[in-house]
């Protein structure tokens, strides 16, 4: 059970004086239950990337399976894989659209064909998952905050039941405190069901706090794919390519430099905290 990219190339406007190789010969398996971090500059190819996975574009070179199959099959059923590989958009106005907030969540299990009771039942457990109060539950979506219109684009993925989520920049535009409350509330439901989440994002620390896998994407192509410690070992390459480590590994290497004995590959202020003490003998 899991997603398999075999050498996969995709190129916008192909054929044309103004092609654009978005993604070049990449090769990844996504096997079940990890929790993945994109990560890349603008223009990286990142959510090329990711409307690959659920059958959204095609690629031009290359083949994509999901559990063994071929996503682009003439006889494979893309409606059925995209209710088990769910994507929530960068922008939430994207797939919001019913009348209210319930209307919307039920949208998606209604079109898989369940009954009236299930989509209902299915729609008020994933408005749950998320954090959202009843009371907003018949309001219009189109009138709710910008972290609540996130909660509500996540719900009506969540309300299909995916074994694959992927996390557009869920946490864009929003403050300090709306970003940790969605990505916590993501970060329990992935502990609770085990799902399979993929979190694109521009922070590296979101990402080093909450993901076991990293994959940095440059030019279209697999730069670095392993676990947080050793993908911010290589912080001087990403900032060559307009990345960055988490503010927590400068600190670790200027400390180190400075004569403390701590371990520079501390990527969370958790793991900080614990060398620090360490070192201070107050552990």
């Known amino acids: 059970m899991s997603i398999i990219l075999d050498h996969v190339n995709y190129v916008y406007e192909g054929d044309t004086a103004l092609a ?6 990449v090769n990844l398996v996504i096997p079940d239950g990890q929790f993945i971090g994109l990560i890349g500059h603008t223009g990286s190819g990142k959510s090329t990337l990711v409307q690959h996975l659920n059958g959204l574009l095609k690629p031009t070179e290359g083949s994509i399976y999901y559990n063994g199959e071929d ?10 894989l995209r209710s088990r590989v769910g994507l929530v958009f960068q922008y939430p106005e994207h797939q919001l659209f019913e009348i209210d907030v319930f209307s919307d969540v039920c949208f998606g299990p209604k079109n898989l064909g369940l009954s009236k009771k299930e989509t209902e039942l299915r729609a008020y457990a994933a408005l749950k998952q998320v954090g959202l109060e009843d009371e907003y539950f018949y309001q219009s ?6 972290g609540q219109k996130r909660r509500v684009a996540i719900a009506g993925v969540l309300a299909m039941k995916p074994d694959v989520l992927i996390l557009d920049e869920p946490t864009a535009g929003l403050d300090p405190r709306g970003r940790d409350e969605i990505l916590d509330q993501i970060a329990r439901l992935k502990e609770e069901t085990g799902i399979t989440v993929i979190l694109v994002s521009h922070s590296m620390e979101d990402v080093a706090k909450y993901v076991e896998r990293i994959i940095v994407m440059n030019r279209g192509s697999v730069m670095y794919d392993g676990a947080p410690k050793e993908v911010f070992a290589h912080y001087r390459e990403l900032e060559a390519v307009g990345l960055a480590a988490p503010q927590v590994t400068y600190l670790m290497q200027a400390l180190r430099a400075g004569g403390m004995p701590v371990a520079a590959d501390a990527t969370t202020i958790g793991e900080a905290k614990e060398e620090i003490l360490k ?3 107050k552990e």
Not at 71 to 80: L, P, S
Not at 141 to 146: I, K, N, T, V
């Open 20 to 25: 654009v190789h978005a993604l070049k010969d």
């Open 71 to 80: 996503i682009h099959a003439a006889d494979y059923d893309k409606k059925k």
């Open 141 to 146: 979506p189109f009138d709710l905050s910008g």
């Open 279 to 281: 070192a201070l003998g």
